[in-house]
Each structure stands twice: as structure tokens, then as C-alpha cells.
């Protein structure tokens, strides 16, 4: 059933222009193709990249974020609760004023003291900021070899510089060694990602990142198989070209150096806009949806490749927008804010002085309560004020 599936799924027609066939794409003397089935080895590759980076961030991005003077919070641990730990596993992380002050009751503590207990428990679930820093270690360390190396492989390929060329004499390409080895590591490298995602960080992005690994996977292996290796090359390069400047930033902004982080997040901005936005829209969605097809008319494939191309462009436009909000916020304040995408850690007073600030409730007899309060118009009021004008009257 599965090889009956397979021999249906990779169909000529399918993947490949009109009047041509899987056979014109064999491997005769000494021309290489891309295969489907070369893909396969990314798989055992995403678990050797797996246990290297468990390697790397034990022995070189912990001792290096020690080194750098990342430190984590103090976190007080929270006393055991069984109703509270329930409610915050099954019903939410954040419970609503009315049922804070039924689990207050039906506990036996305050209401300040079941905000505190959910504060800390929130914050124990908050990843620290050197595991933070080991993960976007490791990140900038794949994303500047794969830059590196990706444009070290196409800087003497002439469709870097005229994506046009990408088309020509298109599918009968052959395939340079460099070339598979550059997309099997790319594909393994999103493959042990997608691994990961259960263990990594979640931020407020998490399922904009989820769907855009996913696209990327299907990019990469669909783009192989159909022999699209040389566009694809370019929007492997075009997205490593600022995803290392990315885990820069972020690295630097969990350490001290706040003007690094600053420029740094500059140029990112810089190169995110460009390539993102004006590239990759004129150059490769306008190249992959009318070059493609001045030779041959369109197919599936065709179809398939530019609305994965296009999911992405969206997602360039809404990272784009979460960038400018950053740089909205750098311009007014001067400084580089935290990660919107971020959670924030909570301290133990923060409730406790939101209620302080409040205005001071008033008693049935009009005094204020509170550490300021002032004589108001109550009984007592009256016979104080008495007792002072007749003090003055005598004198």
C-alpha cells in the first residue's frame, strides 16, 4: 500500500513540467540528479545534530553565557497545594478575580497569598536566561555556518546575481556534491527543530514558528525531489542571511550589553527588511511565478511551490510588523526593549503594589482606610474637632 502511494504521490505530472519524465532524470554518465529519496538521510543527520547541540550548549554555551555574566533570576519556590496545582494544570495559568477568591476560601489562605502562590508558580514554568542563551548559541552557530558555506558555494553560481538563470535548460540540472550536502544539512538542521519544539522556548510566536519550520521542510524536500535545487538555494541563503543576526541579538541582550544589542538589532532590522521584504518578493516570488513558466506551462508543482512561497512572504509580513513595534519602542525610548515575543517574570510584589497604589477605600463613616488616611466627617471627627475649638476658645 505504502509503495502504491508513493508511486502515485511522485507522479511525473505532478512534480514536473509537461513532457517530462522522471527517466530524463537518472543518473548516466557522470550527470548527478537530485532523488526523493536522498532526502532520507536527513533524518539520522537531525539526531546527530541533535546530540551536538546537547554537547555544544552543555560545554560551550553554558561556561560562555557564565562568561559573558548571564544570570538567572532567584525564584522562591511555591509550598505544595494540590487544589491550586490542579487549577493551574487544568483550568489556567492565570484564574480570574472570583476564582482566585474561591480557591482562596476553599484553601484557607488569603487573596494575596493565592496570587502570590500562582506568581511563582507561573515563574517556575519560565524558562531561565541561560537556557535562553544556549539555545540562540547554538542557532548563531549553525545559521553563520550555513551563510558562510551557502555563499561560499554560490558566489561563483551565475544565478546568485541573476535569478532568472535558475530556469534555464530547467529540470535537466545536474547536482554539484556541495549542493546536496548544503540542503541535507539545512533539512536535517529544521528536522531536529521541529524535534526539539516540545523542550525549546515558547514564546508568543510559537505557532507562527511552528508553521514556519513545517513549511520550510516541505520546501526544502519538495524543491530537492523536483530538481528546484537552485531556487531553493536562494531562499535557503536569503533567510540564513539575517537568522544569525537574529540569535546575535538575542544572545547580547541576555548579557549587559545593551548599545551591542542595540546596533546589533539595527542591522538585523536593516537586513530583515531588505531581504524579507523587497528581495524576496521581487526577486523570488516574482522570478518562481512568471520565469518559471516562460518555457513550459505551469503544473502541480508549480502551483505547490509558490503557495508555500507565498505562506512564507506572510510570514516575513507579520514578523516585519512585531519589528516595528520594537523599533517604534527603541525610537521613543532610546533603548532596546525586551523581546515582545517574550514572557516577563513576574516579581512577588507586583499585585501586591498595583493595590497599594489604588485609591484609598472609604469607611461607611467617610474616613479614608489606609496607612494615609485622613480624618473625615465621621462621628469621632466631630467630637475631635470640638475638643480643638474648645482648646482654642480657652486659650
Given at each position: 500500500?505504502?509503495?502504491?502511494f508513493?508511486?502515485?504521490?511522485?507522479?511525473d505530472?505532478?512534480?514536473?513540467?509537461?513532457?517530462?519524465?522522471?527517466?530524463?532524470?537518472?543518473?548516466?554518465?557522470g550527470?548527478?540528479?537530485?532523488?526523493?529519496?536522498?532526502?532520507?538521510?536527513?533524518?539520522?543527520?537531525?539526531?546527530?545534530?541533535?546530540?551536538?547541540?546537547?554537547i555544544?550548549e552543555?560545554?560551550?554555551g553554558?561556561?560562555?553565557?557564565r562568561?559573558?555574566?548571564?544570570?538567572?533570576?532567584?525564584?522562591?519556590?511555591?509550598?505544595?497545594?494540590?487544589?491550586?496545582?490542579?487549577?493551574?494544570?487544568?483550568?489556567?495559568?492565570?484564574?480570574?478575580?472570583?476564582?482566585?477568591?474561591?480557591?482562596?476560601?476553599?484553601?484557607?489562605?488569603?487573596?494575596?497569598?493565592?496570587q502570590?502562590?500562582?506568581?511563582?508558580?507561573?515563574?517556575?514554568?519560565?524558562?531561565?536566561?541561560?537556557?535562553?542563551?544556549?539555545?540562540?548559541?547554538?542557532?548563531?552557530?549553525?545559521?553563520?555556518?550555513?551563510?558562510?558555506?551557502?555563499?561560499?558555494?554560490?558566489?561563483?553560481?551565475?544565478?546568485?546575481?541573476?535569478?532568472?538563470?535558475?530556469?534555464?535548460n530547467?529540470?535537466?540540472?545536474?547536482?554539484?556534491?556541495?549542493?546536496?550536502?548544503?540542503?541535507?544539512?539545512?533539512?536535517g538542521?529544521?528536522l531536529?527543530?521541529?524535534?526539539?519544539?516540545?523542550?525549546?522556548?515558547?514564546?508568543?510566536?510559537?505557532k507562527?514558528?511552528?508553521?514556519h519550520?513545517?513549511?520550510?521542510?516541505?520546501?526544502?524536500?519538495?524543491?530537492?525531489?523536483?530538481?528546484?535545487?537552485?531556487?531553493?538555494?536562494?531562499?535557503?541563503?536569503?533567510?540564513?542571511?539575517?537568522?544569525?543576526?537574529?540569535?546575535?541579538?538575542?544572545?547580547?541582550n541576555?548579557t549587559?550589553?545593551?548599545?551591542?544589542?542595540?546596533?546589533?538589532?539595527?542591522?538585523?532590522?536593516?537586513?530583515?527588511?531588505?531581504?524579507?521584504?523587497?528581495l524576496?518578493?521581487?526577486?523570488?516570488?516574482?522570478?518562481?511565478?512568471y520565469?518559471?513558466?516562460?518555457?513550459?506551462?505551469?503544473?502541480?508543482?508549480?502551483?505547490?511551490?509558490?503557495?508555500?512561497?507565498?505562506?512564507?512572504?506572510?510570514?516575513?509580513?507579520?514578523?516585519?510588523?512585531?519589528?516595528?513595534?520594537?523599533?517604534?519602542s527603541?525610537?521613543?525610548?532610546?533603548?532596546?526593549e525586551?523581546?515582545?515575543?517574550s514572557?516577563?517574570?513576574?516579581?512577588?510584589?507586583?499585585?501586591?503594589e498595583?493595590?497599594?497604589?489604588?485609591?484609598?477605600?472609604?469607611?461607611?463613616?467617610?474616613?479614608?482606610?489606609?496607612?494615609?488616611?485622613?480624618?473625615?466627617?465621621?462621628?469621632r471627627?466631630?467630637?475631635?474637632?470640638?475638643?480643638?475649638?474648645?482648646?482654642?476658645?480657652?486659650?
Open positions: 500500500m505504502l509503495s502504491s508513493n508511486e502515485w504521490f511522485w507522479q505530472r505532478f512534480w514536473l513540467p509537461p513532457n517530462i519524465t522522471w527517466t530524463q532524470l537518472e543518473d548516466q554518465d550527470r548527478v540528479y537530485p532523488h526523493p529519496q536522498d532526502m532520507l538521510a536527513a533524518l539520522p543527520l537531525a539526531l546527530v545534530l541533535l546530540a551536538m547541540r546537547l555544544f552543555r560545554f560551550v553554558l561556561p560562555l553565557s562568561w559573558l555574566g548571564v544570570q538567572d533570576h532567584t525564584r522562591r519556590q511555591v509550598k505544595p497545594n494540590a487544589r491550586l496545582e490542579k487549577h493551574f494544570l487544568t483550568e489556567g495559568h492565570r484564574p480570574k478575580e472570583p476564582q482566585l477568591s474561591l480557591l482562596a476560601a476553599q484553601c484557607g489562605l488569603t487573596l494575596q497569598q493565592t502570590r502562590w500562582f506568581r511563582r508558580r507561573r515563574n517556575q514554568d519560565r524558562p531561565q536566561l541561560t537556557k535562553k542563551f544556549c539555545e540562540a548559541s547554538w542557532r548563531f552557530l549553525f545559521y553563520l555556518s550555513s551563510f558562510v558555506g551557502g555563499l561560499s558555494i554560490l558566489y561563483h553560481e551565475p544565478w546568485l546575481w541573476a535569478p532568472v538563470m535558475c530556469w534555464d530547467y529540470p535537466e540540472q545536474t547536482l554539484k556534491p556541495s549542493m546536496y550536502w548544503w540542503y541535507l544539512f539545512e533539512m538542521f529544521y531536529s527543530l521541529l524535534m526539539r519544539l516540545p523542550f525549546d522556548v515558547k514564546r508568543k510566536d510559537f507562527e514558528q511552528v508553521m519550520h513545517f513549511v520550510a521542510v516541505i520546501l526544502m524536500t519538495t524543491s530537492y525531489s523536483a530538481n528546484l535545487v537552485r531556487i531553493g538555494s536562494l531562499v535557503l541563503l536569503l533567510h540564513d542571511s539575517s537568522d544569525y543576526l537574529l540569535e546575535a541579538c538575542k544572545m547580547v541576555y549587559q550589553y545593551r548599545r551591542v544589542c542595540d546596533a546589533l538589532f539595527l542591522i538585523f532590522s536593516l537586513v530583515f527588511f531588505y531581504t524579507r521584504l523587497v524576496f518578493p521581487t526577486q523570488i516570488l516574482y522570478t518562481t511565478y520565469d518559471s513558466v516562460s518555457n513550459s506551462g505551469p503544473f502541480f508543482g508549480y502551483y505547490f511551490l509558490n503557495m508555500l512561497l507565498m505562506l512564507l512572504q506572510l510570514l516575513h509580513v507579520f514578523w516585519a510588523c512585531l519589528i516595528l513595534r520594537m523599533l517604534y527603541f525610537m521613543k525610548k532610546g533603548q532596546m525586551k523581546d515582545i515575543r514572557d516577563v517574570e513576574e516579581s512577588d510584589s507586583s499585585e501586591e498595583a493595590a497599594a497604589t489604588r485609591e484609598p477605600l472609604q469607611l461607611k463613616n467617610g474616613a479614608a482606610r489606609g496607612p494615609k488616611a485622613v480624618l473625615a466627617d465621621g462621628p471627627s466631630r467630637v475631635a474637632r470640638r475638643l480643638n475649638n474648645s482648646h482654642t476658645t480657652a486659650t
